[in-house]
């Protein structure tokens, strides 16, 4: 049986794509592949081959391992060991060393609950590979094309004469369910999409109801109920309004797709608010033309204020209100990639936002706004160098990094992409200095595993270890999580 090594998934080389289906490599009937015991529909991440003893120290976890058995002495240990390291599930060649699937082996992956899969003699290993690759980037062209369709349906149901009703029916179309805009007292204000049973419609009802107007609260919450997936997200604007979504299942781009859809409906609500809005304009107008800060902020809002700076988002023009509304807020400009905001003292706490990366300035009084700007600025730029979805600025200096909270947090983020084994390989390998003998010393595993793994951090963290300010940061992250 051809034999050729999988290259390993560097960062630059894995699609960036949601992982596909066992089941779906199992469909394709050019592979020929066969279940013999296990789920289907585990995710995979990525492909790997090893005819190593023990394969633990190559596995990333998430992936699809492949071996001919070549050094398959104990199946029932080798399966324990691919379990441990968190790969998905077990591909076996047969051909040239073995002419069945060894029935020790499948009873092992049996009792684990590992999927093992028969690789037939006339499939190279690499086939498998490439076609995970493929299946992988028609799954993201996939779900992109789902978003913008989604997003276009959306904007065209805002412009109809009845928008609210035409959202929340372009919504439950897109998700397949239903879509719920529930009011302050957790009435049911409009809805539109396929009738839910009575008990996912209570927990629809309930899960809104976390979320409501009252300062900190979460902006979006999600669950089950009723043999549906639940999701609710708070309008902006503070009037209590929430849009709740229910569904059979949750696809990767769901998420995205109702978030448009909050916008649109945060915006769509927003006359409700008229009265307010006209007073907030008029103070902007007269801060333009030369008042004091301190004479509007009143009419503004509450005092002190905190200055928001942020930058990611989905790339859609509704990223940066949308960002305003979950933080509570309709004070923001936009400034190249950076958006600016302005929260009052009312407003919830600042908290991170998923694909933002956030800056915020301690509470300022309205004279000392320019202050509390550049302290949002400094903020972001400590949470872009060090990873973080969110920092906020302290006062005292360097002593502020040590505050344990902050830096388990910032810790947690830094080194989010790296497993267990990488984690503390790179605590190791930078403990003895990057001595790539001691360290496989320490560790008691070869020295090009080592350099492998340590390859592998680089990669996944996108940093220069032979850079010391990168090893210091690495250093105090690996200590503090």
């Known amino acids: 049986m051809p034999m050729t090594p999988t290259p390993p998934a560097e960062a630059g080389a894995t699609p960036p794509a949601p992982p596909v289906p066992l089941a ?96 037939p003699p006339r499939t190279p290993f690499t086939a498998v590979a490439r076609a995970l690759w493929r299946l992988m980037a028609e799954a993201r062209l996939h779900e992109l094309r789902r978003v913008t369709e989604a997003q276009q349906s959306l904007a065209a149901a805002a412009a109809r004469p009845a928008p609210v009703p035409a959202v929340l029916g372009a919504l439950a179309s897109r998700v397949g369910g239903r879509a719920v805009l529930f009011g302050a007292d957790g009435a049911e204000s409009a809805a539109a999409g396929r009738e839910v049973p009575a008990e996912a419609a209570r927990a629809l009802r309930d899960l809104a109801g976390v979320l409501g107007p009252r300062p900190g609260g979460p902006a979006s919450a999600s669950g089950d109920g009723g043999g549906l997936r639940l999701a609710a997200y708070a309008l902006g604007g503070g009037d209590g309004l929430t849009l709740g979504v229910a569904a059979e299942r949750r696809g990767p781009g769901d998420h995205t797709i109702a978030g448009v859809a909050v916008v649109l409906l945060s915006l769509l609500t927003a006359p409700h608010r008229g009265a307010d809005v006209t007073v907030r304009d008029g103070a902007l107008v007269r801060l333009l033309l030369g008042a004091a800060p301190e004479e509007v902020a009143d009419t503004l809002g509450p005092a ?178």
């Open 304 to 481: 002190p204020w905190t200055v928001v700076h942020a930058r990611g988002g989905d790339g859609t023009p509704f990223a940066a209100t949308s960002l305003a509304a979950a933080l509570g807020t309709p004070l923001l400009a936009q400034d190249g990639g950076t958006v600016r905001l302005l929260l009052p003292s009312s407003a919830a706490p600042v908290t991170a936002q998923e694909g933002w990366t956030l800056g915020a300035s301690a509470p300022v009084p309205p004279a000392e706004l320019p202050a509390g700007d550049a302290q949002a600025a400094r903020a972001l730029r400590r949470a872009e160098a060090g990873r973080a979805a969110l920092v906020r600025h302290r006062a005292g200096g360097l002593a502020s990094l040590v505050d344990r909270d902050e830096a388990a947090a910032h810790a947690r983020a830094l080194l989010g992409p790296l497993t267990e084994p990488l984690a503390e390989t790179l605590r190791v390998w930078l403990s003895l200095h990057g001595s790539w003998d001691r360290t496989a010393v320490a560790l008691d595993i070869h020295r090009n595993t080592v350099r492998q793994r340590i390859t592998r951090c680089a990669a996944l963290l996108d940093r220069d270890l032979d850079d010391p300010d990168v090893r210091m940061e690495l250093w105090f992250a690996l200590r503090a999580r």
């Open 24 to 119: 779906a490599l199992l469909a394709r009937p050019d592979l020929g592949l066969r279940l013999l015991t296990g789920p289907e529909d585990v995710p995979l991440h990525w492909v790997h081959t090893s005819e190593m003893a023990d394969p633990y120290p190559y596995l990333l976890g998430g992936e699809l391992l492949m071996t001919a058995g070549v050094q398959l002495t104990d199946p029932a240990h080798y399966v324990e060991r691919v379990v441990e390291a968190g790969a998905a599930a077990l591909a076996f060649g047969v051909t040239p060393v073995y002419d069945t699937v060894p029935p020790e082996l499948v009873a092992a992956c049996a009792r684990h609950g590992l999927p093992l899969v028969e690789v």
